[in-house]
């Protein structure tokens, strides 16, 4: 009979444990969740992916939007505005909040909301409205003739 050891001993157990360290670190120095590079799941990924968005790529797409308006637009009023709400779409309940309220409060019609997300749009859908008590006076820039 030959005895070999089953479990892990002590320098293979530090060893191992300084490997996860290093991932941990890289992800710090990055600015990028760790369960992105570990693989592990989470309990909400869309949390790590607006956290990737606010900690990591947010920096470096001002620095784009920066450089771009400088270089192609140097003496001109025009700047360069990288779009992210593709990015932004992982979290539905924000999402759904934020169009939400730009409906509410006038700044987008609804058709407008269904162009950004992909959809076709709806016959009556393209009027701006704010929530109002008095439902008669809640549509603004209404080119409609409001007697009918």
Excluded: W
């Excluded at 300084?18 to 990028?32: L, P, T, Y």
């Excluded at 920096?59 to 709400?85: C, G, H, R, W």
């Excluded at 939400?100 to 019609?109: P, Q, R």
């Excluded at 016959?123 to 008590?133: F, R, S």
Aim: charge should be negative; aromatic fraction near 8%.
């Amino acid at each position: 009979m030959h005895y070999s050891p089953i479990a892990v001993n002590a320098s293979e157990s530090q060893l191992l444990e300084s490997r996860k360290f290093n991932v941990e670190d890289i992800a710090r120095f990055f600015g990028i969740p760790a369960i992105m590079l570990t693989g592990e799941q989470a309990g909400n990924l869309e949390s790590a992916q607006n956290q990737f968005m606010l900690h990591c790529l947010s920096a470096y797409i001002e620095m784009f939007n920066q450089e771009f308006t400088n270089k192609l637009f140097p003496d001109s009023n025009l700047i360069v505005q990288l779009d992210t709400t593709a990015l932004m779409k992982t979290d539905k309940t924000a999402l759904a909040n934020y169009y939400n309220t730009l409906i509410t409060n006038g700044v987008l019609c609804p058709n407008e909301v269904r162009k950004e997300l992909g959809y076709a749009p709806v016959d009556g859908l393209d009027k701006h409205t704010i929530a109002y008590t008095d439902i008669n006076q809640n549509t603004l820039n209404n080119t409609e003739d409001e007697s009918k």
